[in-house]
């Protein structure tokens, strides 16, 4: 679950925590709805992917990993410097990453866009590399 291990990552830089309060605003595939949540938060999800053997003994799988950020109205830079923040942590990217092996990531553009009630919306997509060993059944 290369999204999980994102997520494991994010959740250890203390820059990132930083900007965003603190490392509990950090989620898998949504945001919660109940307890009153508080912008800004980061969202990761995987959204598809491609998965070969390439060896005997190893598979490869190319995940696509967008990561987003929702900021509230007042937070228009902080939203963007969280955004800036998640995509250096994942550019380039090489090596383990938590529970995946031999990691190469790169990252798309961030975009950003205008949310409900003049919240503000940042996202960009990643492809992550990573091999895990192959089992037959």
């Known amino acids: 679950m290369i999204e999980q291990d994102v997520f494991v990552y ?3 830089d203390a820059t990132l925590a930083s900007l965003i309060g603190d490392n509990t605003k950090i989620y898998l595939i949504t945001a919660p709805t109940e307890g009153d949540p508080k912008m800004p938060w980061v969202v990761v999800e995987q959204t598809g992917g491609t998965r070969k053997k390439i060896s005997q003994k190893k598979m490869e799988e190319t995940a696509l990993v967008r990561v987003t950020v929702d900021a509230g109205p007042d937070q228009l830079f902080t939203g963007r410097s969280i955004i800036e923040q998640c995509k250096n942590l994942l550019e380039n990217y090489r090596g383990l990453l938590d529970q995946a092996n031999d990691v190469y990531a790169e990252t798309g553009a961030i975009r950003g866009w205008a949310g409900f ?21």
């Open 10 to 12: 994010f959740k250890g």
């Open 117 to 137: 009630g003049n919240a503000y919306r940042y996202q960009f997509d990643s492809t992550v590399r990573f091999t895990e060993d192959y089992n037959r059944p």
